[in-house]
Every structure is written in structure tokens, then in C-alpha cells.
């Protein structure tokens, strides 16, 4: 079985910009999250989906949306680009909603110029 | 409001074992997770503790004290491919998680 899958895997974007992220999880794991990793911190938490609602988020702006499709998969928007935003973008995985083992995908690497 | 605090650096020899610590501080507490994240890599999982006590599993032990905020990571026999950074993060009722910044293990033979 596949694992987290996320796409792409490096992006450069300049300041302004909007970017789009996908993630497509572990068949049979309904819930997705999204984490903020800048280098030499811990993952931030933005964002988890489960059943296709908003279940948790955390301190991020409104430049930051995120959905969650039919077949489970998501997408992170981040509109209005700053340099602030270059950061690893991690998805993660879990089959129910609360307290899962997560599954985390390599990420998405995004540079703001 | 929601705090991890764990140390920034540590480092042990192969073949002992070295103890990683993490306080918190987390509204609606449910349960706390260790991660291991190679440079450049994903975190992957490594254990969970959501009542107190100590969970074994192999080489690695997590302990939880829910009443005290606190927890730990033991690593028994020490391998060079333990040098990592170890996250630990706690788990809320409401869907939310918090890490901390992660405590960089280096193994030296």
C-alpha cells in the first residue's frame, strides 16, 4: 500500500503568489492534517480534516485554507505569499479523528522569494 | 494555551541509553506522541501514551505523567542510526496537536 503521498515536492513561488498543496492519504484513513516545519522547529499544526469537515486550527492567518475531498484526499491553500511562509509543508494521515497514530508524507518544500 | 518544552541537544554513546524528557503544558489534554525525524525526512512514529505508566516497545519506552505534565523517551542500546531529532507532542480532546521543537540525539561510537 501507498503511503502519504504529497505533491509537489519542491515549489518556488515569489512573494504575492498563491500556492496550492496536495496530499492524498493512506487508503482507508479518513482524517488529514497539515503541519508548518521551519528548520530547526517542530511541525506546526494548521489544519485537520476528517469526513470532509474542519475539525482543528491552529494560529495561522486567514491567508491559509484547506478542504478536504470525496475520496479523502486535500489541498492547502496559502494565498498572499510572505517570505515568512518558506517552510517544510507536511500532510499527515490517520485513520479516526482523535488521539491516531499519523502517518506523515515527505512534504512539500516551499520557497518564497 | 498550549506548551512543549524539551531539550535542544543531547548526545550519548553507541551501545547505553540516554533518556529524552518533555513537559507540557496542553488545555484538553488526551494523550502524548513521540516522533523520530531524520534530517531532511518525515516524522515517523514511535510510540503513544494516554494514561500514565510506561509503554515499551523494543529498544524504546515512553513514560507519561499525566498529574505532573511530563514524559519520556528511553533509548536502550544506542545505534548510530538513533542520531535524529525525537518530537514530542501532546494531543487534544479537540482535534489539535502541539510538538515541540524536537531534541537532536546524537550517537557517537
Known amino acids: 500500500d501507498a503511503g502519504v503521498t504529497q505533491s509537489p515536492t519542491h515549489l518556488i513561488k515569489t512573494r504575492g503568489q498563491q500556492v496550492t498543496l496536495r496530499c492524498s492519504p493512506i487508503?482507508?484513513?479518513?482524517?488529514v492534517s497539515w503541519y508548518q516545519q521551519v528548520l530547526g522547529q517542530g511541525p506546526q499544526f494548521i489544519f485537520q480534516?476528517?469526513?470532509?469537515?474542519?475539525?482543528g486550527r491552529g494560529n495561522f492567518p486567514d491567508r491559509f485554507s484547506a478542504r478536504q475531498f470525496p475520496n479523502y484526499s486535500s489541498e492547502l491553500n496559502v494565498n498572499a505569499l510572505l517570505l515568512g511562509d518558506s517552510a517544510l509543508y507536511l500532510c499527515?494521515?490517520?485513520?479516526?479523528?482523535?488521539?491516531?497514530?499519523?502517518?506523515f508524507g515527505s512534504g512539500t518544500q516551499l520557497s518564497v522569494l | 494555551g498550549q506548551n512543549i518544552d524539551q531539550p535542544t541537544e543531547m548526545t550519548a554513546t553507541e551501545g547505553a541509553i540516554v533518556q529524552i524528557n518533555c513537559t507540557y503544558q496542553?488545555?484538553?489534554?488526551?494523550?502524548l506522541f513521540w516522533y523520530q525525524q531524520h534530517a531532511g525526512e518525515a516524522p515517523t512514529f514511535l510510540s503513544y501514551?494516554?494514561?500514565?505508566g510506561l509503554e515499551e516497545k523494543g529498544r524504546f519506552s515512553s513514560f507519561l505523567s499525566r498529574s505532573k505534565g511530563y514524559s519520556y523517551l528511553l533509548l536502550k542500546e544506542l545505534q548510530m542510526k538513533d542520531s535524529a531529532s525525537y518530537l514530542c507532542?501532546?494531543?487534544?480532546?479537540?482535534?489539535?496537536?502541539?510538538f515541540g521543537d524536537g531534541t537532536t540525539l546524537t550517537v557517537k561510537p
Open positions: 499527515a494521515s490517520s485513520a479516526g479523528q482523535l488521539n491516531e497514530k499519523l502517518f
Open positions: 487508503s482507508g484513513h479518513k482524517s
Open positions: 480534516y476528517y469526513e470532509k469537515e474542519e475539525r
Open positions: 496542553t488545555s484538553g489534554f488526551n494523550g
Open positions: 501514551n494516554v494514561l500514565d
Open positions: 507532542a501532546a494531543f487534544t480532546n479537540a482535534g489539535k496537536s502541539t
